[in-house]
Every structure is written in C-alpha cells, then in structure tokens.
Nanobody
Framework: QVQLVESGGGLVQAGGSLRLSCAASGRTFSSYTMGWFRQAPGKERAFVAAIDRSGGRAFYAEIGRFTISRDNVKNTVYLQMNSLKPEDTAVYYC?????????????????WGQGMQVTVSS
C-alpha cells in the first residue's frame, strides 16, 4: 500500500512558476514509476509527466515548460512548472504504479493522491 500526499499547489499569475511535491509513504517508493496527471474543469484527467524508478528517464505530454524529478531518499516526486498559462489551471494528481517508465494512461497507475488545485490567473 502506498499513500500519496501532494503539496505546493495554489494561485499563480500567468508566466509564473510552481513546484508541486508528492510525498509517498512506505519503503518501496523506488519500486514505482511515478506520474503526474491533471484534470481541467469539464475535461477528462490527462497525463502530464512520468519518471522511471531511478529518476533517470522522464516522459512528458508536452516538452519544454514542466520538469518531473524524484528523490528516492525523501520518497518524493516533484513537478516543476514554469511559464505557466491560464490553460494549465487544473487539479493536479500524482500517481504511482508498477508500470513501464513511459506509462501515460490512468489504468497503468495503482495509487493516487487526493489531488490539489493549481490556478493560473491571466
């Protein structure tokens, strides 16, 4: 069992940055591919980024503004978001799964955080 707790969300102006964190319980954090998803109002939850168990490989829905990383000592995965746009407004979720490192579908992740709001104002 893995519990995931996200933090770092909130309100930011367009062009600003946020760093989201997701702390995982348990001793097996390094066994999981970690991912970030988001759900904008009126839309389905969508893949943002994933990182493999070691942190050596990362995969993105969109290259350029976001960076996923992990610290297997702190049992934490991060999402650095730069040059934020109003269309990045969404509830952001972290997820863990015994999945390939390029996993980008919800079904490939077993454990989910509760989600947190990120709002980008124009």
């Amino acid at each position: 069992q893995v519990q995931l707790v996200e933090s770092g969300g909130g309100l930011v102006q367009a062009g600003g940055s946020l760093r989201l964190s997701c702390a995982a319980s348990g001793r097996t954090f390094s066994s999981y591919t970690m991912g970030w998803f988001r759900q904008a109002p009126g839309k389905e939850r969508a893949f943002v980024a994933a990182i493999d168990r070691s942190g050596g490989r990362a995969f993105y829905a969109e290259i350029g503004r976001f960076t996923i990383s992990r610290d297997n000592v702190k049992n934490t995965v991060y999402l650095q978001m730069n040059s934020l746009k109003p269309e990045d407004t969404a509830v952001y979720y972290c997820a863990a799964g015994e999945s390939p490192p390029y996993a980008r579908h919800e079904r490939e992740y077993r454990y989910w955080g509760q989600g947190m709001q990120v709002t980008v104002s124009s």
